[in-house]
């Protein structure tokens, strides 16, 4: 089935947006062709809107201007996500030094005066081992001069 156009200058609105009922009601009936996919319902309506609010159709602008919205859409979205897992990690990093603070007012607080405790009762058992190891020391000489003393008693001739 063919149609009849009359397209001139300075048509009025409703004769323009007549024109693209006629087309998008020709690709209905006959929508095994590639501009049926443009002359949709849906485009009829767009495009009628923009006719009626007297912007011009052009339909390049707008696919790349609804591109560009879904490029900022998909940027927003990824921003978003980057600041939750921003967020996420700075909770993170936050709990962690608390966690380090408490660590640190427990090794002041409780196990430092623990750490003195043990380690003025190492300085004493060192001392109390060294003066030990002296009395050994000292006990062994005294069981080696008694021992050369005994000797000398049991062998007067030598």
Partial sequence: MGIRLDIYNDMAKAEEIKILD????CFVENPDNYLASLFTAEFLGWATN????????DVMQHINDYSKDDEIRELKQELDSQKKV????????????????????????????QIQIL???????????S??????H????ENTRLK??????EHPDK
Avoid at 51 to 57: A, E, F, G
Avoid at 138 to 141: A, I, R
Avoid at 148 to 153: G, P
């Fill in 50 to 57: 923009q006719i009626r609010d007297d912007i011009m159709v």
């Fill in 138 to 141: 000292n006990l062994e000489q």
């Fill in 22 to 25: 006629k087309l998008t009601k």
């Fill in 131 to 136: 003066t030990k190891l002296d009395d050994i």
């Fill in 148 to 153: 050369a003393k005994l000797y000398d008693l």
């Fill in 119 to 129: 380690e003025s009762e190492k300085h004493e058992l060192m001392a109390e081992a």
């Fill in 86 to 113: 921003t967020e996420l990690n700075a909770e993170e990093t936050d709990k962690l030094e608390r966690e380090i603070r408490e660590g640190e007012d427990f090794i002041c607080t409780d196990l430092k005066p």
